[in-house]
C-alpha cells in the first residue's frame, strides 16, 4: 500500500488572536481610513509602516493595496515613462511583468539560471546593448537570490536603478544584509500566499525620501502626508506635492491592524517555513534524475515552497511524475506546461511583450516544479511529502531508462 498524503496545499494557518482582536476594535470605531483618525490617535497604517520600516532596516515605508500596485508606484516613483524599456526577469509572477505593462513600458526579459536566480550575464549583455535602459525591476522570485554583490555592481557601473520585488523574501538575506535592502526601492506582497497575511496588501521600502515622497502622493495621501510615521520629512513633499497624481492604492487600518502583531512573529515564523524546506530538501536530495536548487552560503533564505528540476526530461514523463504525485495527494506545479494552469509564471505567456524565444530559459522552465509549504503542514508532512516524489520520480525515471 503506497501512503497518500492528505495535507491541503493552500491551506495557510488562521489569522492570529491578537490580529483579529487589533481588527475587531478598528471595526467597532469605524475608523477604517487610514487618515481617519481621533484626536491624538495613531492609524493603524502608519503605525504599520512605522514597525515595517524598523523590521527591514529602513528610513521609509508605505503600506499599499498590493504587492503588484506598490511595484507600480516605485516603477513610477523612480520615473520609468511610457514608452520605456525595463529589465525584469523571465521567470517571475503576472504581476511584475503587469506592473511594468500597466505604465505603458514594456518589460524585456533576462534568462534564468539553474539557481532560478536571474543571470547575471544575460543581464549585463542586455544593459550594453541598449543604452535607453535605466531601471531593472529584479524579482527574487520564489525566494531565490542571485548574487547581490554582482548584480550591483553591474547596475551601478551602468546606472541602471534597481527596484526589488520582495515577494518571496520578506525577512530574506544576501550576505547578511536584508532583502530589499539592495535596491533604490523594495515592494512587498501581504497577500495570503506570502509571508504576511492580510488577504491583499503590500509594502513599499526606501531610503530616498524624494522617491518616498512621491510615492505616498501616488498612493493618494490627499495632502495629508504628515500623518505618515514612515514619510520623509515635510520638506521633501514641497517639490512634488502639486505635480504628482494621486492613483488611489491605500492600505487601510483593517488590514494593517491584521498585519502588525503578525510582523512581531515573523522571525519564529520564517525559521518555521525554513525547518519546513529542509525536510523536503532532505527528502529529495541524492534522487536519480532529479536536482535540487543549490544555495549558496551567502543566501539566507525563508522558502514558503519547494523548487526541484527535473532537467531535459521529456514532457510526458514529467507529465507523468505531476499525475503519480497528484494521485497520491501531492499537488506539484509545472512551469513548463504548454497552457499555463491558474497561474502564470512564464515570459511566453505575457504576449503583450515582444519577446524572443529565450532557449535556456525554456531549458529551466521546461523542468522546473513547484509546491507550496504551507505552515499548516508539520514537519513530519513535509517528509512524508518528499517521500512520495521520491518514489514517483525514481519510478518515472527508472522507467524511461
Ligand atoms: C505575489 C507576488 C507579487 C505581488 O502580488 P500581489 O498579488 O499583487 O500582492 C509580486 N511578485 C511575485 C513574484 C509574487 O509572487
Redesign the pocket.
Known amino acids: 500500500m503506497s501512503e497518500i498524503f492528505k495535507g491541503n496545499f493552500t491551506q495557510q494557518e488562521p489569522i492570529p488572536e491578537d490580529a483579529i482582536e487589533a481588527a475587531m476594535s478598528v471595526l467597532k470605531s469605524g475608523r477604517l481610513h487610514r487618515y481617519n483618525v481621533a484626536e491624538g490617535e495613531l492609524s493603524q497604517a502608519a503605525l504599520l509602516e512605522q514597525e515595517f520600516a524598523a523590521a527591514m532596516g529602513a528610513k521609509f515605508a508605505l503600506a499599499v493595496s ?4 506598490a ?1 507600480a508606484t516605485a516603477l513610477r516613483a523612480v520615473g520609468v515613462q511610457p514608452g520605456d524599456r525595463v529589465l525584469t526577469n523571465a521567470f ?2 503576472a ?2 511583468p503587469g506592473a511594468i505593462a500597466s505604465l505603458g513600458a514594456e518589460p524585456v526579459f533576462v534568462e534564468v539560471t539553474e539557481a532560478l536566480t536571474i543571470d547575471l550575464e544575460d543581464l549585463a549583455a542586455k544593459i550594453s546593448q541598449d543604452a535607453d535602459i535605466k531601471v531593472l525591476l529584479l ?1 527574487h ?1 520564489r525566494g531565490h537570490i542571485c548574487d547581490m554583490d554582482r548584480l550591483m555592481q553591474i547596475c551601478d557601473a551602468a546606472g541602471v536603478i534597481v527596484v526589488e ?1 520582495c ?2 523574501t520578506m525577512g530574506a538575506r544576501w550576505d547578511g544584509t536584508l532583502s530589499g535592502r539592495h535596491g533604490a526601492m523594495a515592494a512587498y ?1 501581504t ?1 495570503t500566499y ?1 509571508h504576511l497575511n492580510s488577504g ?1 496588501g ?1 509594502v513599499l521600502i526606501s531610503d530616498d525620501p524624494d522617491l518616498m515622497a512621491r510615492a505616498i502622493m501616488l498612493s493618494g495621501s490627499y495632502m495629508l502626508y504628515e500623518r505618515h510615521l514612515a514619510g520623509p520629512p515635510a520638506d521633501a513633499f514641497e517639490k512634488v506635492k502639486y505635480v504628482t497624481p494621486n492613483i488611489s492604492g491605500r492600505m487601510d487600518n483593517l488590514r494593517a491592524a491584521i498585519l502588525r502583531p503578525q510582523l512581531a512573529q515573523l522571525d519564529g515564523q520564517c525559521a518555521a517555513w525554513n525547518a519546513r524546506y529542509a525536510e523536503v530538501e532532505r527528502g529529495l536530495e541524492n534522487t536519480p534524475g532529479l536536482t535540487v536548487i543549490t544555495r549558496p552560503d551567502a543566501e539566507a533564505y525563508v522558502m514558503s515552497s519547494f523548487q526541484f528540476l527535473l532537467l531535459d526530461w521529456s514532457d510526458a514523463d514529467v507529465n507523468k511524475v505531476l499525475a503519480r504525485c497528484g494521485a497520491r495527494g501531492v499537488e506539484l506545479k509545472w512551469f513548463g506546461g504548454a497552457e499555463p494552469t491558474g497561474f502564470t509564471s512564464r515570459y511566453d505567456s505575457w504576449r503583450y511583450a515582444d519577446t524572443p524565444d529565450m532557449p535556456k530559459t525554456n531549458r529551466i522552465l521546461r523542468g522546473v516544479l513547484d509546491l507550496r509549504l504551507p505552515l499548516t503542514f508539520s514537519v513530519e508532512d513535509c517528509a512524508q511529502i518528499a517521500r512520495i516524489i521520491r518514489d514517483e520520480v525514481s519510478m518515472v525515471y527508472q522507467a524511461a531508462e
Open positions: 498590493s504587492g503588484g500596485y511595484i517571475t509572477l504581476p511584475v524579482s522570485m520585488d515577494a518571496h506582497s497577500q506570502k491583499e503590500g
